[in-house]
């Protein structure tokens, strides 16, 4: 059982410390560039575990609807290949500094559009990293901010079927900054 700390929105959130790869949810959210081509962070993590069928759908959505990159903010879905999530929503969350002050807004529009895709596949659980703090420089405690509103927003529309969002921390120094700075309600 989650510490009550941890525990939001009437159990539908729960944070925790662990690896993004190990979730067996329905889905766990990568934090992608726009090539969609793989990287480091959570996002290389997920490729070397997931083996080379998500790299294949990856390339499938550059050569049909995303020609271009993926845009920041944006969600696409792929299978989760050999990882224990039966998904992979990738989304590319903003750099900091480099949207003219834009960069809540993407990052808000990175947890509504990812949810929004599993709610559109008929799924239940999905599991998000904290997406834009590492390479992309986000700082963790506006992060912290900005991704509780939009999940209580988004949850509390009543619309959502999505009844488990895990929020998974990499160690307890982040996990402990967003339970300092969040905006769940009590
Ligand atoms: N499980 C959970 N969290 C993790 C894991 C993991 N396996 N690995 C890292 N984190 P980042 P970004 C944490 O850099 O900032 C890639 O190259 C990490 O500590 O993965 O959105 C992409 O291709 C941090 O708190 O993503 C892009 O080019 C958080 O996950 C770029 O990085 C996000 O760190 C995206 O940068």
Do not use: K
């Not at 539908?12 to 690896?19: E, H, K, N």
């Not at 069928?53 to 290949?81: F, H, K, N, S, Y």
Request: include cysteine; charged fraction near 15%; glycine fraction near 12%.
């Amino acid at each position: 059982m989650p510490h009550a700390e941890h525990v939001f929105l009437d159990g539908r959130v729960t944070l925790q410390v662990g690896d993004l790869t190990d979730q067996a949810v329905d889905a766990v959210v990568n934090a992608a560039n726009s090539s969609l081509l793989g990287g480091g962070g959570v996002d290389g993590a997920i490729h070397r575990r997931g083996g080379p069928a998500i790299l294949e759908a990856c390339r499938e959505i550059r050569r049909t609807a995303w020609p271009d990159g993926l845009p920041t903010g944006q969600a696409v879905i792929t299978t989760g290949g050999r990882l224990p999530a039966r998904h992979v929503i990738h989304t590319v969350g903003p750099i900091y500094g480099r949207h003219g002050g834009r960069e809540a807004e993407l990052l808000g529009a990175c947890y509504r559009n990812a949810l929004a895709l599993a709610e559109a596949n008929g799924l239940r659980s999905i599991a998000f990293p904290a997406i834009s703090t590492g390479i992309y420089g986000y700082p963790a405690d506006q992060a912290a901010h900005v991704v509780s509103l939009a999940l209580s927003r988004h949850l509390s529309g009543g619309t959502s079927a999505v009844d488990e969002v895990r929020l998974v921390f990499f160690d307890r120094r982040q996990l402990a900054s967003f339970v300092a700075h969040h905006a769940f309600p009590a």
